[in-house]
Nanobody
Framework: QVQLVESGGGLVQPGGSLRLSCAAS????????MSWYRQAPGKERELVAL????????NYADSVKGRFTISRDNAKNTVYLQMNSLKPEDTAVYYC?????????WGQGTQVTVSS
């Protein structure tokens, strides 16, 4: 079965950096686009970044452009989210996501807290 396991979250000061990882299994990773979403308390889940199956194209939410970078290692079945210049408003639970055969799959989420 499809499994997405996120890691790398934590507490960081404003202006700091974190790198999230999502280890995928149970499907042919190299053939699917992957995404990161986030959900802050009291807010709807929102798309943060997407990367195509071959890594050649990426898209970002306006709020993170220039600060976050999504990448993937198809040999390791892993997608990453490098987050730089973090702001308090980036505080959220971050989720890895894949849509496969008409179904939505989510990881368990990893908490990112940006605070001094």
């Amino acid at each position: 079965q499809v499994q997405l396991v996120e890691s790398g979250g934590g507490l960081v000061q404003p202006g700091g950096s974190l790198r999230l990882s999502c280890a995928a299994s149970g499907f042919t990773f190299i053939t699917y686009a992957m995404s990161w979403y986030r959900q802050a308390p009291g807010k709807e889940r929102e798309l943060v970044a997407l990367i195509t199956y071959n890594g050649r194209s990426t898209n970002y939410a306006d709020s993170v452009k220039g600060r976050f970078t999504i990448s993937r290692d198809n040999a390791k079945n892993t997608v990453y989210l490098q987050m730089n210049s973090l702001k308090p408003e980036d505080t959220a639970v971050y989720y890895c996501y894949v849509r496969r055969t008409g179904n939505d799959y989510w990881g368990q989420g990893t908490q990112v807290t940006v605070s001094s």
